[in-house]
T-cell receptor, first 116, second 112 residues
Framework: AQSVTQPDIHITVSEGASLELRCNYSYGATPYLFWYVQSPGQGLQLLLKYFSGDTLVQGIKGFEAEFKRSQSSFNLRKPSVHWSDAAEYFCAVGYILTGGGNKLTFGTGTQLKVEL | DGGITQSPKYLFRKEGQNVTLSCEQNLNHDAMYWYRQDPGQGLRLIYYSQIVNDFQKGDIAEGYSVSREKKESFPLTVTSAQKNPTAFYLC???????????FGSGTRLTVV
């Protein structure tokens, strides 16, 4: 069965500093990988996704992530964090369902706090 | 604008009562999903549906039921058999296999 581990429950960074959120996955085949962001009391918004090809993917809001098959990782990065980036971030691994759609398994999330 | 609408945003019910959470989408997405979110546990899949009149159990389906009579609608009923129903419930939809999910804004259910 597929699984996702986000080892950091909470991370605090200063505004303007760089950010890296860790994500490790377990999946037998080539994974489909996603990062989502959630503001308090809201739904999840897709930041970026990886399916194949270039292992460095760019997303919205200046985020990027790098897929490393040898390490089973898909870490999220941002060169300079803004106060508005404070939120909870979820990594997810998915596989295609027979008949259409895909099933995502989510990590437990990393809560990002940004200090001004 | 296209999107997913979940209603109500907050819901309070007495223990032992069934309650139905609404999820409507106008994105023309084929697949729809229900997730439950608890602090520190991430999102867990309750049910999903790939086409009208068909749905599958997810990882934590016990105590829940769904229907998919229309492509646009995927209501979730939390029954009295659900031992710990207080949680944040998220509905999502997807089209194809490579675009990820679009999420609704969630319903927070509190059972007292």
């Amino acid at each position: 069965a597929q699984s996702v581990t986000q080892p950091d429950i909470h991370i605090t960074v200063s505004e303007g500093a760089s950010l890296e959120l860790r994500c490790n996955y377990s999946y037998g085949a080539t994974p489909y990988l996603f990062w989502y962001v959630q503001s308090p009391g809201q739904g999840l918004q897709l930041l970026l996704k990886y399916f194949s090809g270039d292992t460095l993917v760019q997303g919205i809001k200046g985020f990027e992530a790098e897929f490393k098959r040898s390490q089973s990782s898909f870490n999220l990065r941002k060169p300079s964090v803004h106060w508005s980036d404070a939120a909870e971030y979820f990594c997810a691994v998915g596989y295609i369902l027979t008949g259409g759609g895909n099933k995502l398994t989510f990590g437990t999330g990393t809560q990002l706090k940004v200090e001004l | 604008d296209g999107g997913i609408t979940q209603s109500p945003k907050y819901l309070f019910r007495k223990e032992g009562q069934n309650v139905t959470l609404s999820c409507e989408q106008n994105l023309n997405h084929d697949a729809m999903y229900w997730y439950r979110q608890d602090p520190g546990q991430g999102l867990r899949l309750i049910y999903y549906s790939q086409i009208v009149n068909d749905f599958q159990k997810g990882d934590i389906a016990e105590g829940y039921s769904v229907s998919r009579e229309k492509k646009e609608s995927f209501p979730l009923t939390v029954t009295s058999a659900q031992k710990n129903p207080t949680a944040f419930y998220l509905c999502a939809s997807s089209i194809g296999t490579t675009r990820g999910y679009t999420f609704g804004s969630g319903t927070r259910l509190t059972v007292v």
